[in-house]
Nanobody
């Protein structure tokens, strides 16, 4: 059973930075696509960023492109989301997701989420 645990959320002022981490256990994730999603109050969960199994392929939502960077350390079984130039509209619960099949982005595993709050 795969378990994902996010950390690094918190309260930050607009323009600030945070780095989220997602530590996986129960399975080596080096051949699985990983992603970050977020859910703002009263809204649906939406895609933020994803990274391929080797770390060479990344893709971002337009709303975070140029400000957020996703990366992974397969040796540590951990995925990161570096968030810079944060805006109040980035306030949300951020979720890490792992693919359920190798060499895919078929997300079948989710973390419990970490709250990010950006004050204006």
């Amino acid at each position: 059973q795969v378990q994902l645990v996010e950390s690094g959320g918190g309260l930050v002022q607009a323009g600030g930075s945070l780095r989220l981490s997602c530590a996986a256990s129960g399975r080596t994730l080096s051949t699985y696509g990983m992603g970050w999603f977020r859910q703002a109050p009263g809204k649906e969960r939406v895609f933020v960023a994803r990274i391929g199994w080797s770390g060479g392929s990344t893709y971002y939502a337009d709303s975070v492109k140029g400000r957020f960077t996703i990366s992974r350390d397969n040796a540590k079984n951990t995925v990161y989301l570096q968030m810079n130039s944060l805006k109040p509209e980035d306030t949300a619960v951020y979720y890490c997701a792992a693919a359920s099949r190798s060499f895919s982005y078929d997300y079948g595993y989710w973390g419990q989420g970490t709250q990010v709050t950006v004050s204006s």
